[in-house]
């Protein structure tokens, strides 16, 4: 008898162990997709695709005409129930929400690299805890980032003190990175403001 329940407290003590390492490997399960749960993508995303200049009608627009400057919006990139409204990146790869192109002006700076290059490391093998600050400024092992203001309302369920990270270069913006939380499954784009 003795043995039989030995058998089965290490039966317990296994399966509980594997169902926690498929949870960390593979995320939250949300409408179909997983993002997030320690998920790490192996790598950035790919360019977004040119995009067309729209058409201007015939015989050009007056200044009468001309149309209000856009003002800016939160985007929502909820693209499945249950899922964040921040980008994100989905356990298969996906990067939900990176399709801007480089000719988005919102990510547009005059000085790129001013501060220099990030040399910390890229992907999935380079994971780093945020040490400290905000999102105007924070930091990990002697690397200090800021948050891009366009992305200021997308990381507002970060941990400033805690939360582990993994940079990625962005293909598009130049002198960004992006900084994927590794708890939730969301980035933001970064840029590198000095290290100590």
Not at 11 to 19: D, Q, W
Not at 54 to 80: C, F, I, K, L, M
Not at 107 to 136: A, Q, S
């Amino acid at each position: 008898m003795k043995k039989l329940i030995g058998l089965l407290v290490v039966a317990v003590v296994f399966s509980t162990g594997a169902l926690a390492q498929r949870k960390d490997e593979g995320g939250a399960q949300h409408g179909g997709a997983r993002v997030g749960g320690g998920y790490i993508p192996s790598r950035g995303p790919a360019p977004a695709r040119a995009q067309r200049p729209a058409a201007r009608p015939a015989g050009g627009v007056s200044h009468a005409q001309a149309p209000e400057p856009a003002r800016p919006q939160t985007r929502s990139y909820n693209d499945q129930a249950g899922h964040p409204s921040a980008p994100h990146v989905h356990t298969n790869g996906t990067w939900v929400g990176h399709d801007s192109g480089r000719d988005d002006p919102r990510y547009h700076l005059d000085h790129p690299w001013e501060h220099g290059k990030f040399t910390g490391g890229f992907g999935r093998g380079h994971v780093f805890r945020i040490e400290g600050g905000d999102r105007d400024r924070f930091w990990f092992g002697g690397f200090y980032f800021s948050v891009s203001p366009v992305d200021y309302d997308y990381c507002g369920d970060w941990l400033w003190d805690s939360d582990q990270i993994v940079i990625y270069e962005d293909p598009d913006h130049i002198g960004w990175y992006l900084a994927y939380n590794v708890r939730l499954g969301t980035y933001i784009h970064v840029q590198f403001v000095g290290n100590s």
